[in-house]
């Protein structure tokens, strides 16, 4: 009786780790490609010509103080309608940091950052 029972339990304790040891590597992969998708961020550069491509609501970067942003997913999103597609593809520095925005709008520019403007 008493060896059925741990055997019972080793075989529950192979079988969860069916399920755990999957999740802790998916864990680890996904911070890994998070961590690599950041640093490949900041070593992306373009220049005026590349970024002016992308002028449309469907396709809409912007550059903000020398960082380049693709704010298309955001679009449609913001509160002042298509103001933000004056300066697609374009220099926005200027509208950005004007009084319409709020402060957390720094930090919500920073989920579009792709990369750098070429001097």
Known sequence: MEVMLLL??????LFSLLFLV??????DQTKK???SDTN???????????VSLHNKR????IIIKDKVYDVTPYVEEHP?????LAHAGDDSTQGFLGPQHATRVFDMIEDFYIGELEK
């Open 58 to 61: 469907t396709d809409c970067w």
């Open 80 to 84: 002042g309608g298509d103001a933000i």
């Open 33 to 35: 490609q998070l961590h």
């Open 40 to 50: 490949s961020k900041v070593l992306k550069a373009y220049n005026k010509a590349q």
């Open 22 to 27: 999957p999740r802790f590597i998916k864990s």
């Open 8 to 13: 019972t339990l080793i075989v529950g304790f």
